[in-house]
């Protein structure tokens, strides 16, 4: 399994960025994707989550309203697009890949992560 950030880089305070992740190598559209981000000194954190369909989102409320989770399953990609970007979010942006059976964590995928710069 093969997960690939790609979108990261520098932006001023306010404004955008999209990551992308690329997969390969398992399943895709079985999977939940989820996006982490680890700021320096600190634990990696959940940002947002797409069902394995897309019906279904959640984000934590220090990103809600401005980053955006999406996912296209006939190209293998999930999509974070961040809007009004603030000094705190950054970080590295880790895309993740998750699948439970009967309940049971049975895998558990990440990729290398893709540097979030916010600075004026």
């Known amino acids: 399994a093969r997960l690939v950030e790609s979108g990261g880089g520098l932006v001023q305070p306010g404004g955008s960025l999209r990551l992308s992740c690329a997969a390969s190598?398992?399943?895709?559209?079985?999977?939940?994707m989820s996006w982490f981000r680890q700021a320096p000194g600190k634990e990696r954190v959940l940002v947002a989550t797409i069902t394995s369909t897309g019906d279904n989102t959640f984000y934590p409320d220090s990103v809600k309203g401005r980053f955006t989770i999406s996912r296209d399953n006939a190209d293998n990609r999930v999509y974070l697009q961040m809007n009004s970007l603030k000094l705190e979010d950054t970080a590295v942006y880790y895309c993740?890949?998750?699948?439970?059976?009967?309940?049971?964590?049975?895998?558990?995928?990440w990729g290398q992560g893709t540097q979030v710069t916010v600075a004026f």
């Open positions: 190598g398992f399943t895709f559209c079985n999977y939940a």
């Open positions: 993740n890949a998750k699948i439970h059976v009967r309940g049971n964590l049975r895998n558990d995928y």
